[in-house]
């Protein structure tokens, strides 16, 4: 059997009365989970799932789901899981990528699905009948892959990234290293699975041991409701989410939070006034600040104790993983020069599913290899531009295919958006270029401001002249009460850019 399931069963052999996942009035103790999933893997096995099928899952966080993706690696089957809230196009991409044997779908996307592609389709719901024996567990390499999941797709279709067992052990152990996770933790996870951070959260379910909260629905007020009722010990989070919580309409002002020690984030930087209100909301809890791609599953990690200190950082590279900056030329910048982030190490994924084409452009041999005679291993060159400082702490700057080339000269969205944040006159912002006849691309930002919008963006022109280069102005701003997200809960940059199209006309 893989690291996975092999794991898991330890898990179970060792906590089979314990909870598992909690959920509203549910619990699931590891006992429950293990007998669900020996259920679904005898019918999956009836269906044609054996080693190396693709099992193809389109659902929300749930105690089915969990037991489904549990029984896909009993079988030495891939997981292939897509976020229930995706758009059928992205249902359907990965069905047509992965060509998988069997598709378990959600109740409510079970008729989009059966009118989308032309896969075996099975509901999502509890197993019936009893528990039978265990399904023979198959005979899995542990680097053999594991899973399939998706990009955020902001750029273009979703790619596959496949991680292999060995990796996602590796993985789950170094961050629970980094974080100090105990085995009486319960961990609050209100982000999708099919998201890679969300996808953490589940492995250290099933292969540390560590019980999951699962709110019923994604609002502030189930959030808050499962912390009432769970007392989750940790809160793992994303940007939109602590947005949605102390911006939006929500308790949480008024639910105890006493029961939490560690709150983290991770998806991009937290606005810095939202920031300032989180630390005084969870003012008793630690907060941690990391990094990583879907294509590295973790990279790097703040230490708690810099978090007031190194806001705008996230920190060192995890145990096993370095992380080094590389020039235009491929050798190595000095401390405070801007340079490729590339992550070399624990982590490195096995490559895009069906697209050697764009693996080769992403996955290539660690270019600071010294060692004469062996081939190097493979790195992970990830797009994003950073810095590290002299002690060595790591700064992410923005991707470089964000990149927008307004008359001529190459600027950064995302050193836009921090200048922007750091008026303290939105809430938040992105900020996108679009096709102008004389710029070539001209810089837009979408905003969302508490009242006054006029005035806003009024200040917002004076602070631009005064603070930024002319190539970096946004021209035109925007107005929304909230961003457009993807699926993955970060702002869906396509849909920005399509308001400012839909503006423009």
């Known amino acids: 059997m893989g690291a996975l399931s092999r794991i898991f069963h330890s898990v179970v052999r060792e906590k089979a009365e314990q909870p598992a996942l909690l959920c509203g009035d549910r619990t699931v103790t590891y006992g429950e989970l293990n007998a669900m999933a020996n259920r679904i893997a005898a019918d999956m096995a009836s269906r044609g799932v054996v080693h190396g099928a693709r099992c193809l899952i389109w659902a929300a966080n749930s105690p089915e789901l969990a037991a489904t993706m549990l029984a896909a690696v009993q079988l030495g089957a891939i997981i292939v899981l897509v976020n229930d809230e995706a758009p059928a196009t992205h249902f359907e991409h990965a069905a047509n990528l992965t060509e998988p044997v069997i598709a378990v779908v959600a109740a409510q996307n079970l008729e989009t699905a059966r009118n989308t592609i032309d896969v075996p389709i ?35 279709l979703p790619k596959g990234v496949v991680q292999s067992h060995a990796n996602l052990l590796a ?10 996770l105990r085995a009486d933790d319960r961990i609050l996870c209100p982000i999708p699975w099919s998201f890679d951070y969300g996808y953490g959260q589940f492995l250290s379910t099933i292969l540390l041991g560590i019980a999951q909260v699962l709110p019923e629905a994604r609002n502030s007020f189930a959030i808050c409701d499962a912390i009432t009722r769970h007392r989750p010990t940790i809160f793992a989070g994303l940007p939109s989410i602590f947005a949605l919580l102390i911006r939006g309409i929500s308790p949480i002002r008024e639910t105890d939070l006493g029961s939490l020690r560690l709150v983290t984030n991770t998806g991009g930087k937290i ?7 989180l630390r005084t909301i969870f003012g008793h809890s630690d907060i941690s600040l990391n990094y990583g791609m ?14 007031a200190q190194k806001p705008e950082s996230v920190g060192y590279a995890y145990p096993g993983v370095s992380i080094a900056i590389i020039r235009e030329d491929g050798t190595e910048a000095a401390p405070g020069e801007l340079g490729e982030i590339v992550h070399r190490g624990t982590g490195v ?24 005679g062996v ?23 923005g991707r470089r295919d964000r990149l927008i080339k307004s008359m001529g000269v190459r600027v950064s969205p995302d050193e836009i958006e921090s200048l922007i944040r750091k008026s303290g006159l939105v809430r938040d912002v992105a900020v ?29 022109k004076g602070y631009a002249r005064d603070t930024m280069s002319n190539f ?22 396509n849909e920005v850019r399509a308001l400012f199209e839909r503006k423009a006309a």
């Open 122 to 156: 099975v509901e999502l719901a509890p197993p019936a009948g009893k528990a039978g024996p265990p399904q023979s567990l198959a005979l899995v390499h542990d680097h053999e892959p594991a899973s399939i999941f998706f990009t955020s797709g902001s750029t273009g």
């Open 171 to 180: 993985g789950c152990r170094m961050v629970a290293e980094h974080l100090g």
């Open 294 to 307: 879907t294509e590295t599953y973790r990279g790097a990690g703040l230490p708690v104790a810099l978090t």
């Open 375 to 397: 081939d190097p291993p493979m790195a992970v060159f990830s797009g994003d531009l950073g810095w590290k400082d002299e002690d060595g702490l790591l700064y992410v700057k």
């Open 472 to 493: 970096m102005q946004p021209r035109d701003y925007c107005v929304v009460d909230t961003f457009p997200l993807n699926p993955n809960g970060k702002p869906d940059l």
């Open 349 to 372: 994924f096995l490559g895009y599913w069906g697209n050697p084409e764009a693996t080769a452009k992403i996955r290539r041999p660690d270019p600071l290899w010294t060692q004469h």
């Open 432 to 460: 996108v270029g679009v096709p102008h006849e004389l710029m070539g691309e001209m810089v837009v930002a979408a905003i969302t401001v508490e009242d006054q919008a006029e005035t806003v963006v009024k200040a917002l």
């Open 271 to 277: 606005a810095p006034a939202i920031f300032d209100e």
